[in-house]
Structure formats: C-alpha cells, structure tokens
C-alpha cells in the first residue's frame, strides 16, 4: 500500500518520510548493506543476505500493491537515508498483524527519523485496520526500546541467547508488540 508523504524539519534538517518507488531500488540495496556494516542491532553483519536493486524492486512492487504492505523511505536531499517496513500475511490466522521493521542510516540519528517512520506506520496501520504492529528488537537498544514504548508498544516476550554479537557474547531478543485503540 502507498501513503501520502510528509516533511518534517528537526534540529536544522529537512527530510521526507514517503512510500517507497521503484527507483529507489539500487539506493536501497546500498543503504541496507552501509546500515548492517554500522551496527549491530541488525539482524546481519555487512555483507550477509544481500537484497539487490532487483529483490528491491520486487518488494516495492508486492508492498505498493498489497493492502497489508507498507514500505516507507525517509529522504533528504534527494538521498535515502533510512526506511522502514510492514509486513502481513495472507494466512487467515495472522491476517489481522504486521511485522514492522525500521533502519536509519548512523550519521542520520537524532534527526527522530526512525520516530517518524514508527508514527507513520502506526498511523498507517491505525487507519486500515491492522489490529498488531508486532517487532523485534536487540535487549540493548534500549533507546529503540523506549521509543516503542512511548508509542504503545508493550515487550511481550524474551528470545534468550538469542543473537552472538562480534564481543562472542549471546544476547536476548525483545518481542514487543502494540494493539490497536
């Protein structure tokens, strides 16, 4: 599904939070592969399970056309800089939920764009129906933690050892999730 795109102004930058297209593609694949090299908070390390400007295509095309889809891009300067997706399922059983997904590149944090993204998917979500906004999340992002807090998210469940980060040391994933009003 598509939504309409929005501007936003924080601390001196201007940036856009819109649905994605199919020319953002090639932009995409690159900025995920920077985004797995520049934390660990994602679920791959630099170069691991690559999504070419093709597989990023395909998912924009399924994402625009499907009522349960969302793929946003945030944008300044006529450069991605983040984006974030929703995901439903065609199972009757789980047709009800999403499953949200949020990267921002690191020279971009502190702008409250992964803040926006969330907004805009909850908002989304909100307004077709979607009844659960179900995530993901490292126990230690506990900025991102507090995030999804204060916007309704509650932590549901603990995956133990569940990620061995680049320290050798295992951590726990946070299952959080939020209901609709």
């Known amino acids: 599904m598509k939504i309409d795109g929005q501007s936003f102004s924080v601390n001196g930058m201007s940036y856009?939070?819109?649905?994605?297209e199919l020319r953002d593609a090639a932009e995409l694949s690159a900025v995920r592969l920077q985004i797995?090299?520049?934390t660990?908070?994602?679920?791959?390390?630099?170069?691991?399970?690559?999504?070419a400007a093709a597989g990023f295509e395909q998912l924009i095309q399924t994402d625009s056309e499907n009522l349960r889809?969302?793929?946003?891009?945030?944008?300044?300067?006529?450069?991605i800089v983040g984006f974030a997706r929703c995901e439903g399922?065609?199972?009757?059983?789980?047709?009800?939920?999403?499953d949200f997904g949020?990267?921002?590149?690191?020279?971009?944090?502190?702008?409250a764009i992964g803040?926006?993204?969330l907004k805009a998917a909850v908002s989304w979500g909100?307004?077709?129906?979607?009844?659960?906004?179900?995530?993901?999340?490292?126990?230690?992002?506990s900025k991102a933690i507090r995030l999804y807090e204060q916007l309704g998210f509650e932590q549901e469940g603990l995956l133990r050892d569940d990620k061995r980060l680049s320290d050798g040391l295992y951590y726990n994933t946070v299952v959080m999730g939020r209901l609709a009003p």
Request: hydrophobic letters at 40%; charged letters at 30%.
């Open 36 to 38: 797995d090299g520049e």
């Open 126 to 141: 909100d307004s077709t129906g979607v009844r659960k906004i179900a995530l993901h999340v490292l126990e230690t992002n």
């Open 40 to 51: 660990e908070y994602m679920d791959r390390c630099r170069g691991e399970g690559i999504i």
């Open 89 to 98: 399922s065609v199972l009757s059983r789980l047709a009800h939920k999403v």
């Open 16 to 20: 856009t939070i819109r649905s994605a």
């Open 102 to 111: 949020v990267c921002v590149l690191r020279e971009f944090w502190g702008y």
């Open 115 to 117: 803040r926006e993204l």
């Open 69 to 79: 889809n969302l793929f946003l891009v945030a944008e300044t300067n006529q450069r």
